[in-house]
């Protein structure tokens, strides 16, 4: 406290000696344009606290306003109001809220289906901590096929979606195989399911079992 004393004796000196304090009120205002700024395209809200009015700092020609913390500009954090010519420095804490979307599904689904722009929609996530791994955009789920079933509402997570199957199992694939100074094609049967880019086994007609990748045409690209 007595700490506090001192500092707030010696800024007052120095207001003083300047002839004229700074209104503080004018720096929360510069501190809610700077979030507003830094926010709109957030989509977050935000509760700016107030100066100790018993501080008195010399009054600034061009106040600068900035993150007190770059890293952390979300929950509880600090906007940092200053004078690099008189070099003073000033925290107003804030509180950041927000707002979050996240994708539900319009109806009850069953694995296998396919997802399409009918089937979901972005809702507000009201408790983040429990929206884990939460789809936030709609681009992220058309088009894949459910891994599980899920009720009308429920939240569409990353793991719940995977892309279609371009081979199946027991069909018949084209094997593109590529080695040093060679290149050669051939027919195959593939033994699993596959989505573009994923790894799949395919035995060859002579019988021998390669891997490869799965690529867009569904063909199997295998390297040597």
């Given amino acids: 406290m ?11 000196a120095a207001g003083a000696a300047w002839g004229g ?3 503080l009120a004018q720096l929360e205002r510069l501190a809610n344009l700077f979030l507003k700024r830094e926010l709109e395209m957030r989509a977050a809200t935000w509760t700016l606290g107030q100066l100790d009015r018993r501080l008195v700092v010399p009054a600034c020609h061009t106040p600068r ?3 007190a913390t770059p890293g952390v500009t979300t929950g509880s954090t600090f906007v940092a109001v200053s004078c690099q010519e ?3 420095s000033l925290r107003i804490p804030v ?4 707002k979050r979307l996240g994708l539900v599904l319009n109806r ?5 289906e396919t997802v399409t722009g009918e089937d979901v929609r972005l809702v507000d996530i009201s408790n983040p901590a429990l929206a884990g791994n939460v789809l936030t955009d709609a681009s992220q789920a058309v088009g894949q096929v459910l891994r599980t079933g899920a009720p009308a509402g429920a939240w569409v997570r ?26 050669a094609e051939a027919e195959g049967t ?3 399911n596959a989505a573009q880019g994923d790894q799949i086994s395919v035995r060859l007609s002579t019988g021998r079992v390669v891997r490869g990748m799965v690529q867009a045409d569904g063909s199997v690209a295998v390297v040597f």
């Fill in 2 to 12: 007595r700490r506090l004393i001192i500092i707030l004796c010696g800024l007052v």
């Fill in 21 to 23: 304090a700074q209104d």
């Fill in 65 to 67: 306003v900035d993150w």
């Fill in 86 to 88: 008189l070099g003073w």
């Fill in 95 to 98: 509180r950041i809220n927000e």
């Fill in 108 to 112: 009850a689904m069953s694995a296998g």
């Fill in 158 to 183: 990353n793991f719940m979606v995977r892309a279609p199957y371009l081979v199946r199992s027991n069909q018949q694939v084209k094997v593109l195989a590529q080695g040093e100074g060679f290149s």
């Fill in 190 to 192: 593939a033994l699993g």
